[in-house]
């Protein structure tokens, strides 16, 4: 039997200077619960936009496993303001499979986008990316996924260990169901150190500074084979000097 190593959670308190002297840092579900003020029935209510997710198109693995939904806004201080509409677009450097191309997904729902806690999700992260290089104005990236085991396996990060090309990257554990595997991952940019750790607490954060970082999560499968499980997460960017393609 495999162990697991569990996440190294900090203090709410400890959050900017961990992430400061590390390059990563991870909250629990409660201290993710009182940073956003949000009540369970808040997040239970912000995790319903995961319901109907369009299937992500653009696969070059030809996997059928990944279900996603992406919005951006700018974040400056408090304010949250969502923009229009646009292809999400990195470029090779970032992303080996997927680099390059203006990829389209469906919008996150209306009524997600207009729920109090959201705004404030929003505001705490940009807060944080301004603890981390300074107050301005944040392009900011929401990516909802959920992957799950219709082919067997999913793959959370088919493009394997990469940096995002941003300032600061959220990743929230929203959900698990009926799987195994979809251990995370951080290792040096520049160095030799790593960790890794399974997510398992429903909004529990893991917080990187991508500069610094490389991220990856393994692959999951299902707990009883032909069942069907899945992996709800929330990962949004925040970047200084506006979008990736601009």
């Known amino acids: 039997m495999t162990s697991e190593f569990q996440p190294p959670y900090v203090p709410l308190s400890a959050v900017h200077s961990t992430l400061q002297s590390t390059g990563f840092a991870l909250l629990s579900a409660a201290d993710v619960s009182e940073w956003l003020a949000a009540r369970p029935v808040d997040l239970a209510e912000l995790h319903t936009g995961w319901n109907q997710l369009p299937p992500d198109a653009y696969l070059k693995d030809g996997g059928r496993y990944r279900s996603r939904r992406h919005s951006c806004f700018v974040v400056e201080d408090d304010r949250v303001r969502q923009v229009p509409h646009r292809a999400h677009w990195q470029p090779l450097e970032y992303n080996a499979l997927h680099g390059g191309m203006q990829r389209w997904f469906e919008p996150m729902e209306p009524a997600t986008v207009a729920l109090p806690v959201w705004s404030r999700l929003l505001a705490r992260l940009g807060e944080a990316a301004s603890q981390l290089r300074g107050p301005q104005p944040w392009s900011v990236e929401a990516h909802v996924f959920r992957i799950d085991t219709t082919d067997g396996i999913g793959r959370p990060t088919p493009e394997g260990a990469h940096r995002d090309g941003v300032d600061l990257v959220a990743v929230f554990m929203v959900d698990r169901h009926a799987i195994k595997g979809g251990e ?35 692959p999951i499968q299902p707990l009883e084979e032909g069942a069907l499980g899945w992996r709800d997460t929330l990962v949004v960017t925040c970047r200084r000097g506006g979008f990736q393609g601009d």
């Open 184 to 218: 995370s991952r951080v290792f040096e940019a520049n160095g030799p150190s790593g960790q890794r750790f399974t997510l398992r607490e429903p909004w529990s954060l893991l917080l990187i500074d991508d500069s610094r970082v490389i991220h990856e999560s393994t």
